[in-house]
């Protein structure tokens, strides 16, 4: 079975230029997580959807972040305009979320390396 | 704001060495993921335990999820160099992943 598939893995942009990242969720996969990771550090939450709803946004900065998941399935993350501190690894996940709230196992992509120089 | 805290933060040993690394938080979560990331890779899940005082081993490695299900540890024994990476654990609930900052282990041969 493949696992969550992302592409580019890299990406190099000059700053104010728009990027844009792709995500292909595990199949029948309901739940896709968006995480940013800086280096050394835990990935941090960005956005979640269940299905084609974005259940939880807080996290994603909306004056130049937004984010799709079209028909449920794949989504990609737009960036508009990249700033240097964007600078960081993207990753995408999935899991399946069964009634109790306990089945929260992530899968992840191998993420999308984003410089912004 | 749920928040996890993993110490020690980077941690090198050498070939054959124990070691425990701890994920600690104020909150209660109805489940917790133990992850290893290797550098250019996404994190890879390793475990996850649901019940309060529950263990797990897989094969060298430990996991303790404690009793109140707020903190968790990981024991690594014989460590090799192989197990080097960045070990992450995330508390779950409702769904929500929340992980901790990560403790990279360096093991040298």
């Known amino acids: 079975e493949a696992g969550v598939v992302q592409s580019p893995r890299y990406k190099i942009i000059e700053k104010k230029q728009p990027v844009a990242f792709w995500c292909n969720p595990i199949?029948?996969?309901?739940?896709l997580y968006w995480y940013l990771q800086n280096l050394g550090q835990g990935p941090e939450l960005l956005i979640r959807?269940?299905?084609?709803?974005?259940?939880?946004d807080s996290q994603l900065p909306k004056d130049r972040f937004s984010a799709e998941r079209l028909k449920g399935v794949d989504s990609t993350l737009k960036i508009q305009p990249a700033e240097l501190g964007d600078s960081a690894v993207y990753l995408c996940?999935?899991?399946?979320?069964?009634?109790?709230?306990?089945?929260?196992?992530?899968?992840f992509g191998q993420g999308t390396r984003l410089t912004v120089v | 704001t749920q928040l996890l805290e993993q110490s020690p933060q980077f941690l090198s040993i050498q070939e054959g060495e124990n070691l425990t690394v701890y994920c600690n938080s104020s909150?209660?979560?109805?489940?917790l993921q133990w992850y290893r990331q290797e550098p250019g890779e996404g994190p890879v899940l390793l475990v996850t335990?649901?019940?309060?005082?529950e263990v797990k081993k897989l094969k060298r490695l430990t996991f303790q999820f404690g009793d109140a299900r707020k903190d968790s540890s990981l024991h690594i024994t014989a460590a090799q160099p192989g197990d080097t990476g960045l070990y992450l654990c995330?508390?779950?609930?409702?769904?929500?992943?929340?992980f901790g900052k990560g403790t990279l282990l360096t093991v040298n041969p």
């Open positions: 995330a508390g779950g609930s409702n769904y929500k992943l929340t």
């Open positions: 909150s209660v979560f109805s489940s």
């Open positions: 335990v649901v019940t309060g005082g």
């Open positions: 199949s029948g996969h309901n739940t």
């Open positions: 959807y269940e299905n084609e709803e974005a259940v939880d």
């Open positions: 996940a999935s899991s399946l979320s069964r009634w109790g709230g306990r089945d929260t196992e992530a899968f």
